[in-house]
């Protein structure tokens, strides 16, 4: 589908369906001009379906109505806002999700929309429409052998001309962060059979081969024998396929202020090894590499939006399996750090491999570290299935990571790294332990991973829970691979 940013007046555009959005609980249609101008070419008849439909513009609501030729567009589509004074950029993105749901039910080819609310500057709402829109209109069509879509262009109306320089910046960095999230929703989206470590190694080359500012390189079983990575090397044991360390690095074009690093977690199916997990919570385990996923996404479209620091982009990726070699509960391994650690439960694998990999990405001396994770079903229990528990050394860090989310609506909450806890990872027979008690486990993992990092500021975002969606979320996040964490970061790099 085309999305075209156009300056134009509603009345004379000619499409299969005009969308307008509206305001809650106004009278009739009279508090938009828009609206009211519709209305009054239609002679009231808008404020008379609505009133027999119950359409007040509420958040979400719909309302279709015929053109009965009084303007050049056939069909009609209001949707609603919600209070005026709640309306938020969140807002807008749902709304235009749920326009574009609702025209895909029909078999309009083309559909014009007026730039949704008043919020923000038109930039903003621009970049927030095309990502309810993009997000939306995604579909994982890999296995699906039917494939049938009517709607070929949508075009964004802007009134003001004055405007569309604006509308037209907006729409080419939604663009890109579009196109990073639904990178990482096929990815995520693609089963664990035909997605091997191997297959991320070679995401991460075809993104350096297509860009001079991007370099990759790669470790294997081999080089990560030499290099002590004991974490990475115990859990792909049992699986098959070889595992492998990948270091991505973006330089960019001025010289940089600062180093930033990456870190994500690759497992790209998790059984839990030896300490199986129960059917039930295996189902959605292809959804474990979304960190490393994420990591991925951003350096797909890192190039094209520009920030002016320098990315590292880290991640280990092994399968986790059981077999007659893999890693038994009780084992003790070495980080590459030299630190020990008694693996007393095989699913708690995550963290062994991020061991390794944030000892990598200490040792590249980065400004920060930002480690993304499908790491814990405890912070799933704590926070729910929509939102990411951030745990950080540096409050600015996290201030600035949630400040991000917040603009790129992704939910995130920070959990507290409790000194306390501490002792309940500490190793009978070595350094540390992989599993904390029976509480607080998304700390105790947290608490883990700091032991890894030294001083260099860091923060871990548990992404377990809105990874991957187990039901739909909203009108753009359904039901698989949501690409969750990958806008937070493009805001968070443009904003250093
Ligand atoms: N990959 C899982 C965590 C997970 C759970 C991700 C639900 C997405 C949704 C992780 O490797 C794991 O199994 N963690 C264990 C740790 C426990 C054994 C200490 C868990 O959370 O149960
Ligand atoms: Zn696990
Ligand atoms: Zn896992």
């Given at each position: 589908?085309?999305?075209?940013?156009?300056?134009?007046?509603?009345?004379?555009?000619?499409?299969?369906?005009?969308?307008?959005?509206?305001?809650?609980?106004?009278?009739?249609?009279?508090?938009?001009?828009?609206?009211?101008?519709?209305?009054?070419?239609?002679?009231?008849?808008?404020?008379?379906?609505?009133?027999?439909?119950?359409?007040?513009?509420?958040?979400?609501?719909?309302?279709?109505?015929?053109?009965?030729?009084?303007?050049?567009?056939?069909?009609?589509?209001?949707?609603?806002?919600?209070?005026?004074?709640?309306?938020?950029?969140?807002?807008?993105?749902?709304?235009?999700?749920?326009?574009?749901?609702?025209?895909?039910?029909?078999?309009?080819?083309?559909?014009?929309?007026?730039?949704?609310?008043?919020?923000?500057?038109?930039?903003?709402?621009?970049?927030?429409?095309?990502?309810?829109?993009?997000?939306?209109?995604?579909?994982?069509?890999?296995?699906?052998?039917?494939?049938?879509?009517?709607?070929?262009?949508?075009?964004?109306?802007?009134?003001?001309?004055?405007?569309?320089?604006?509308?037209?910046?907006?729409?080419?960095?939604?663009?890109?962060?579009?196109?990073?999230?639904?990178?990482?929703?096929?990815?995520?989206?693609?089963?664990?059979?035909?997605?091997?470590?191997?297959?991320?190694?070679?995401?991460?080359?075809?993104?350096?081969?297509?860009?001079?500012?991007?370099?990759?390189?790669?470790?294997?079983?081999?080089?990560?024998?030499?290099?002590?990575?004991?974490?990475?090397?115990?859990?792909?044991?049992?699986?098959?396929?070889?595992?492998?360390?990948?270091h991505?690095?973006?330089?960019?074009?001025?010289?940089?202020?600062?180093r930033i690093a990456?870190v994500?977690?690759?497992?790209?199916?998790?059984?839990?090894?030896?300490?199986?997990?129960?059917?039930?919570?295996?189902?959605?385990?292809?959804?474990?590499?979304?960190?490393?996923?994420?990591?991925?996404?951003?350096?797909?479209?890192?190039?094209?939006?520009?920030?002016?620091?320098?990315?590292h982009?880290i991640?280990?990726?092994?399968?986790?399996?059981?077999?007659?070699?893999?890693?038994?509960?009780?084992?003790?391994?070495?980080i590459m750090n030299k630190k020990?650690?008694?693996?007393?439960?095989?699913?708690?694998?995550?963290?062994?491999?991020l061991a390794d990999a944030l000892v990598y990405a200490t040792r590249q001396k980065p400004d920060a570290i930002i480690d993304?994770?499908?790491?814990?079903?405890?912070?799933?229990?704590?926070?729910?299935?929509?939102?990411?528990?951030?745990?950080?050394n540096?409050?600015?860090?996290?201030?600035?990571?949630?400040?991000?989310?917040?603009?790129?609506?992704?939910?995130?909450?920070?959990?507290?790294?409790?000194?306390?806890?501490?002792?309940?990872?500490?190793?009978?027979?070595?350094?540390?332990?992989?599993?904390?008690?029976?509480?607080?486990?998304?700390?105790?993992?947290?608490?883990?991973l700091q032991e890894f990092v030294d001083k260099t500021p860091w923060?871990?975002?548990?992404?377990?829970?809105?990874?991957?969606?187990?039901?739909?979320?909203?009108?753009?996040?359904?039901?698989?691979?949501?690409?969750?964490?990958?806008?937070?970061?493009?805001?968070?790099?443009?904003?250093?």
């Amino acid at each position: 589908m085309e999305i075209r940013i156009k300056k134009s007046d509603l009345v004379s555009e000619t499409s299969d369906v005009l969308v307008l959005g509206v305001y809650q609980d106004k009278q009739s249609f009279e508090h938009s001009a828009s609206s009211k101008k519709i209305d009054e070419l239609l002679e009231g008849l808008l404020t008379q379906i609505a009133k027999e439909e119950s359409f007040h513009g509420k958040a979400n609501q719909i309302l279709w109505a015929r053109s009965n030729d009084a303007f050049a567009s056939k069909r009609l589509l209001l949707v609603g806002l919600g209070k005026k004074e709640e309306c938020t950029l969140e807002t807008i993105r749902q709304a235009a999700a749920i326009a574009l749901s609702a025209i895909k039910q029909t078999t309009a080819k083309s559909a014009v929309c007026l730039l949704l609310g008043d919020v923000s500057d038109v930039r903003e709402r621009t970049h927030a429409m095309i990502e309810g829109i993009r997000l939306a209109d995604y579909g994982f069509g890999r296995y699906k052998k039917e494939k049938k879509t009517h709607l070929k262009s949508l075009d964004l109306l802007v009134e003001d001309g004055r405007d569309v320089i604006a509308a037209k910046k907006g729409m080419e960095l939604a663009e890109q962060f579009v196109k990073g999230t639904l990178f990482v929703r096929d990815l995520v989206n693609t089963p664990g059979l035909h997605m091997a470590p191997q297959h991320l190694v070679d995401e991460a080359k075809l993104i350096a081969k297509n860009n001079k500012q991007i370099k990759v390189k790669v470790f294997d079983e081999e080089k990560l024998a030499k290099m002590g990575a004991g974490g990475i090397l115990c859990v792909s044991q049992g699986s098959d396929h070889p595992s492998f360390l990948v270091h991505m690095t973006y330089t960019p074009a001025t010289k940089s202020k600062k180093r930033i690093a990456l870190v994500g977690k690759g497992v790209t199916f998790d059984s839990g090894g030896l300490s199986l997990k129960p059917a039930d919570y295996m189902m959605t385990m292809k959804c474990d590499m979304a960190g490393a996923a994420d990591v991925l996404g951003v350096f797909a479209v890192i190039a094209a939006i520009a920030p002016k620091v320098e990315v590292h982009g880290i991640f280990a990726t092994v399968e986790n399996m059981p077999s007659g070699n893999a890693i038994r509960p009780g084992d003790v391994i070495e980080i590459m750090n030299k630190k020990t650690v008694e693996v007393l439960n095989t699913d708690a694998e995550g963290r062994l491999i991020l061991a390794d990999a944030l000892v990598y990405a200490t040792r590249q001396k980065p400004d920060a570290i930002i480690d993304l994770a499908t790491l814990t079903g405890a912070c799933v229990v704590a926070l729910g299935e929509e939102i990411t528990g951030v745990m950080s050394n540096t409050p600015a860090l996290s201030n600035a990571l949630l400040t991000a989310a917040a603009s790129a609506g992704e939910k995130m909450w920070e959990l507290p790294l409790e000194k306390n806890y501490r002792k309940l990872i500490q190793g009978d027979i070595a350094d540390i332990k992989n599993i904390g008690g029976r509480y607080g486990g998304a700390l105790t993992a947290g608490l883990f991973l700091q032991e890894f990092v030294d001083k260099t500021p860091w923060a871990h975002l548990d992404i377990a829970g809105p990874a991957f969606a187990e039901r739909d979320i909203n009108a753009y996040e359904k039901k698989g691979a949501t690409g969750h964490g990958v806008r937070t970061l493009l805001k968070y790099l443009l904003s250093i």
